[in-house]
């Protein structure tokens, strides 16, 4: 990945200084100050030492009279898989859990509270192939597989709720697969799950072969540390996806994603989507995206007329957190697998929601009247002509 821009921010830091970039800084990401935390000298060490990048960034909220700060410390984790593809599946899964244990270590010292992973962080991202195996042998139970045994001890040991975005295998529905969103407690006991709601059918993205649309809704999840909700990667691109987590309650919306930079994954999309749904939403969002090149045995085509190929393109990394404001913090890099955390005073989306008063003047009752005309067979739209009266 020699040849690959490290990150949005190299370029701006690297050509904008002095007021320049305390401008850019202003009116790009809302920043006026930087609210970079400080990181132990051991867990700087530690990332060295495993070659990760760590950053962390505050989102503070004003002080109130009736109500204390609600901070909470959440932490991200975007990796490039750590095994050949080629290599068996268990260990494929290992080499992934073996590399990414080192990183939860360095977020349990600094103590994160909350981490969500990328999309199915524990297998590569091989629904471009259209086969069947092995890739199908990579699910799991949601409630009792290998990848949550692995994280529920974590769990219990730093107090930490776990994201985990997996492929389910759902034993007790006839063996069926599920793009699938785990919730760990801080104790170490699962919650529950979400499944992804909106299945790609763009470019290489081709999960409809192996699983369907997903049937829990919208989940909110009351952890210790705050309501947190997933919308899985390309519900990312539907804006009723991210409405309905915030109308169920949502603290933070977490988008674990696979996305590359080509059209179907829209990296100049990237940093607006989960910043937009922040906004519209009055919550914290953070987007987490894969990192690196994943090359499989097997050349696959894209449809288009053009060669076939190995991989999907650079899953481009650039995972972000923005506030209920808007304000987003600087991104990880596209090219290195890394840990991000934000230290988020909660109280500040009610603070937002008071102020900006879009939840009081979203007119829900309209949409919920039009739509439904919308969805009558005999629909027109409403389209209004000059000649018309
Ligand atoms: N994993 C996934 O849904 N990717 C689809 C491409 C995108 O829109 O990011």
Redesign the pocket.
Same mark, same amino acid.
């Given at each position: 990945m020699e040849n690959e821009t490290v990150s949005l921010e190299s370029i701006i830091n690297n050509n904008l200084n002095g007021r320049d970039l305390e401008e850019f800084n202003r009116i790009y990401y809302g920043r006026t100050d930087n609210h970079e935390v400080k990181l132990k000298e051991s867990s700087i060490a530690a990332a060295k030492e495993a070659d990760f990048e760590i950053a962390a960034y505050a989102f503070p909220a004003k002080k109130e009279q009736t109500r204390t700060p609600r901070i909470v410390k959440v932490g991200v984790i975007q990796h490039s898989i750590a095994a050949p593809t080629d290599r068996p599946v268990n260990e494929q899964k290992k080499a992934i859990f073996d590399k990414v244990k080192k990183i939860i270590d360095v977020a349990g010292q600094e103590g994160v509270n909350i981490i969500c992973f990328q &999309?199915l962080w524990n297998m590569p991202?091989a629904?471009c192939t259209r086969e069947k195996q092995p890739w199908c042998e990579f699910a799991e139970s949601a409630e009792e597989g290998p990848t949550t045994r692995f994280l529920s001890e974590l769990a219990a040991k730093y107090a930490m709720v776990f994201v985990s975005s997996i492929l389910e295998r759902d034993e007790n529905h006839s063996d069926i697969l599920w793009n699938t969103a785990v919730i760990i407690s801080d104790t170490g006991s699962v919650i529950g799950k979400h499944r992804?709601n909106? #299945?790609?059918r763009? $470019?290489d993205?081709n &999960?409809s072969n192996y699983y369907m649309e997903g049937n829990t809704g919208h989940p909110v999840f009351a952890t210790r540390y705050g309501k947190i909700a997933v919308n #899985?990667?390309? $519900?990312?691109?539907h804006v009723l996806n991210w409405m309905m987590f915030g109308q169920n309650g949502a603290e933070i919306v977490f988008n674990p994603?696979?996305? #590359?930079a080509a059209e179907? $994954?829209?990296e100049y999309m990237w940093n607006i989507e989960a910043r937009n749904a922040a906004i519209t939403n009055c919550y914290y969002t953070a987007a987490i995206n894969r990192v690196g090149y994943e090359e499989f045995p097997n050349e696959f085509t894209s449809a288009d007329g053009k060669p076939a190929h190995k991989d999907l393109g650079l899953f481009y990394g650039s995972s972000y957190f923005t506030g209920p404001d808007g304000v987003r913090c600087p991104g990880l890099s596209r090219t290195k697998d890394g840990l991000l955390i934000a230290v988020m005073d909660l109280n500040k989306n009610r603070q937002i929601k008071d102020r900006r008063c879009y939840y009081m003047t979203q007119r829900l009752d309209m949409y919920v009247s039009s739509l439904s005309k919308v969805l009558e067979l005999d629909y027109k739209p409403q389209v209004v002509h000059e000649n018309e009266k």
């Open positions: &999309e991202f629904f992804k909106h #299945i790609p763009v $470019g993205f &999960e #899985i990667c390309f $519900g990312r691109h994603s696979a996305t #590359i179907a $994954g829209s």
